[in-house]
């Protein structure tokens, strides 16, 4: 049986892995076939041309083939457009990654998130620092939304009532949106949360996020990360975790 080859596909490297003293397992994500595991061979020798192109948050295209669970790496280019994050939008890149590893299976392909994930790295390495939790939080909307575990956001989720605009209502991992008292501020009103499904409705809805529900998506922090613990299984995120022991040096 002749091996499958993929040509020139767009990609993006999310998590390597030594596998021996010349070689590295990547975990990539690609566009048309999802998130992929690549044996890239004698790529850490100092002669390799792949060497300084194998980097996580950078746009790629790349051949691979075979059969199986890892395939081989062929060929890679960088597509270039925008250099490497740094400081604190680098460490939010790599949490984009660790979401991905944790939720995405392999060989399933998400097109548009892949495109979504493209555009919020582009944001990360442009260094605009209030783009930041807002391109994150768009993110993560997205993503729970490509994978089915984001509710509707304009109607309560287990009696499909309307919301009513002056009203607060949270986000529960288990029961989707819930009607709260007034004085639970860390909850959105039901316009708050109307708008959010209008942006998602949108054609363009990463853009129609960011442009139109910016202030809203800081408000997002806690809820979605509480929402993506319970459906990755964990506690507290290698990644968010580092993040907070950098800052409390």
């Known amino acids: ?23 590295l397992i990547l975990e990539v994500f690609t566009r048309q076939h999802g998130r992929v595991a690549l044996a890239a061979k004698g790529v850490k020798r100092p002669t390799s041309s792949f060497r300084p192109i194998l980097l996580p948050l950078q746009p790629l295209s ?6 199986g ?22 460490l939010s890149g790599y949490y984009l990654n ?5 939720l995405l299976a392999r060989d399933d392909p998400h097109p548009v998130l892949f495109d979504v994930y493209a555009a919020t790295v582009r944001l990360l390495a442009s260094g605009e ?43 529960v991992p288990e029961a989707g949106l819930q009607w709260v008292s ?7 009103t039901g316009a708050q949360w109307q708008a959010l499904q209008q942006a998602l409705d949108d054609p363009v809805p990463f853009a129609a996020l960011l442009r139109e529900c910016a202030d809203l998506l800081a408000l997002l922090q806690r ?9 990755c299984g964990v506690g507290a995120f290698r990644t968010r975790q580092m993040m907070l022991d950098i ?3």
């Open 1 to 23: 049986m002749a091996t499958r080859r993929i040509s020139d596909e767009p990609a993006y490297v999310l998590h390597r892995y030594d596998w021996s003293e010349t070689s």
């Open 62 to 67: 790349i051949t691979y083939g075979g059969e």
């Open 69 to 90: 669970d890892v395939r081989t790496l062929k060929g890679a280019e960088w597509v270039g457009g925008h250099v490497m994050p740094t400081g604190e939008a680098l």
């Open 98 to 102: 660790e979401l991905l590893m944790r």
């Open 129 to 171: 620092p209030e783009a930041l939790q807002w391109a994150l939080r768009g993110f993560e909307l997205l993503l729970l939304r490509e994978l089915g575990f984001l509710p509707a956001l304009d109607v309560q989720t287990l009696s499909l009532q309307p919301l009513v605009p002056e009203d607060r209502y949270a986000l």
């Open 182 to 188: 007034a004085e639970e501020r860390q909850a959105l």
């Open 223 to 231: 809820p979605l990360r509480h929402l993506l613990n319970y459906h």
């Open 247 to 249: 800052q409390s040096l």
